[in-house]
């Protein structure tokens, strides 16, 4: 069974680097998405962006001038930056495998596995 | 489009079966999938679009679709039920992930 430890800094001043970690155990990389997600206190969940086992990355439109999304395949671990964070990144973060399934034409986009999740606080 | 809409909340009665919904362009050409997400709680797959449940998840919970919306059933649902629901899929790019804005279920 596939899971995720998170770990990474929680309490952040304005214009600092947000640094995030995840380590995969129980599965392989190949073949799925690894993503980080946020929920902001009293908001819905945001998807910040992905990357796969080779490191081909995409990220949030909103979110792509900040964030680094990077895979050490060795280490089993996929981790995040986001720079010059602002109030507004404060947030509940998680990692997260993500599966994309074909049914004919049809696509099914399925994130089933989580981290455990992760405060992140931006306060100076 | 890059929207997926959500009812902000639901309320069901004790065993009462109780649909939510998740409407969006991208769902025509795919299928959304459903998480759950309960108070401090990391959020958890619940069922596919194509209503494949990862196991552990009940069997009250199924997913459907017709045209542009998706669909996520509760039949009976329970107290342990109440939580935020999401919808995810990719845009219309077939890109970038996006979320519904999540349903607010509450069990009365």
């Known amino acids: 069974q596939v899971q995720l430890q998170q770990w990474g800094a929680g309490l952040l001043k304005p214009s600092e680097t947000l640094s995030l970690s995840c380590a995969v155990s129980?599965?392989?990389?190949?073949?799925?998405?690894w993503m980080w997600i946020r929920r902001p206190p009293g908001k819905g969940l945001e998807w910040i962006g992905e990357t796969n086992h080779v490191g081909s990355t995409i990220y949030s439109p909103s979110l792509k001038s900040r964030v680094t999304i990077s895979v050490d395949t060795s280490r089993r671990q996929f981790s995040l930056r986001m720079s010059s964070v602002t109030a507004a990144d404060t947030a509940e973060y998680y990692c997260a495998r993500g599966t994309t399934y074909y049914y004919g034409s049809v696509s099914c986009d399925e994130i089933d596995v989580w981290g455990q999740g992760t405060t992140v606080t931006v306060s100076s | 489009s890059s929207e997926l809409t959500q009812d902000p909340a639901v309320s069901a009665a004790l065993g009462q079966t109780v649909r939510l919904t998740c409407q969006g362009d991208s769902l025509t050409t795919s299928y959304a999938s459903w998480c759950q997400v309960k108070t401090g709680q990391a959020p958890v797959f619940v069922i596919s679009g194509k209503n494949l449940r990862p196991s552990g998840i009940p069997d009250r919970f199924s997913a459907s679709s017709s045209g542009d919306t998706g669909f996520l059933t509760i039949t009976g649902a329970q107290a342990e039920d109440e939580a935020d629901y999401y919808c995810i899929s990719r845009d219309t790019t077939d890109k970038y992930v996006i979320f519904g804005g999540g349903t607010k279920l509450t069990v009365l």
């Open positions: 129980g599965g392989s990389l190949h073949g799925y998405y």
